[in-house]
């Protein structure tokens, strides 16, 4: 296994402290940098691209949910909060770990077992040749209301726009993105992902049917049963993607 570049984001020193102590028995891991509050964090990632993410829940100002939507890509995360029943309530999907405070090396040990396990899965994706997209193990974070998901890019089925803002769907969820629908486009990998018309973008893996429409277009049948027009322009550059 090589490095793994971690960040940790914390508002307690003395928690910081504890993180890097139990650090100290897994030279596989580097910590890169750390972070007292989000937008502290927020650039700390950014610049360094790191791995994993230390990531307290309750900070004063913004919380850990805050930074990760501030985010164009998000690590592995691993939470680290003193209130458990906010940890599993809010974060209802796809979250790796999470640790109680005061941290139990046991506990610490198991989550990084899970973040090994996970890079290994991942190190096979290919990276976009444009390395300002996401891949398809690229995860996002999406917080509506009070809920949160942390999904992988290539889980997503489609996107949505909706007023100013976009809508994803993935599995039988389908909650509310704050982001333009040309915002989430710049970002998405191109491999899978095609703009069907000016109101949707499609996850090709998740088409099940194409037939012949109206006026040269094509008309989609995505995985949930939902059916997508593609513009008549878009019909013929889908049909040189998929080779049809």
């Known amino acids: ?85 906010y940890a ?10 999470y640790l109680l405070k005061p941290i139990s090396p046991k506990r610490f040990s198991a989550a990084i077992e899970k973040v090994e396990e996970k890079l290994a899965k991942d190190k096979n994706e290919v990276a976009s040749e444009n390395n300002q997209r996401l891949t ?20 997503i089925s489609h996107f949505e726009i909706v007023g100013n803002y976009t809508r994803v769907f993935f599995q039988d969820e389908k909650p509310m993105l704050y982001k333009s629908l040309n915002q989430v486009e710049e970002k998405l990998p191109e491999k899978y992902f095609f703009r069907a018309n000016r109101q949707q973008i499609i996850n090709t893996n998740f088409i099940t049917n194409v037939v012949p429409w109206f006026n040269g277009k094509l008309k989609l049948t ?18 040189d993607k998929m080779s049809l």
Not at 61 to 83: C, H, N, S, Y
Not at 137 to 150: V, Y
Not at 222 to 239: C, D, I, T
């Open 1 to 85: 296994m090589s490095q793994i570049k971690a960040v940790i984001v914390e508002d307690s020193r003395l928690a910081r402290n504890e993180l890097k102590e139990l650090i100290k028995g897994y030279s596989q891991i580097e910590i890169i940098g750390e972070a007292e509050n989000v937008d502290d964090g927020f650039k700390l990632i950014n610049e360094n691209n790191p791995d994993l993410l230390f990531l307290d829940i309750n900070m004063p100002e913004k919380d850990g949910f805050q930074l990760l939507e501030m985010l164009d890509e998000v690590p592995i995360t691993i939470f680290t909060t003193a209130f458990d029943e």
């Open 88 to 97: 599993i309530k809010s974060f209802e999907y796809n979250a790796l770990d």
């Open 136 to 155: 398809g193990n690229s995860q996002i974070f999406i917080k509506d209301g009070e809920k949160c998901w942390l999904i992988k890019v290539g889980d």
């Open 222 to 239: 995505m995985a949930n049963g939902e059916e997508v027009e593609v513009s008549r322009r878009q019909s013929y550059l889908f049909k």
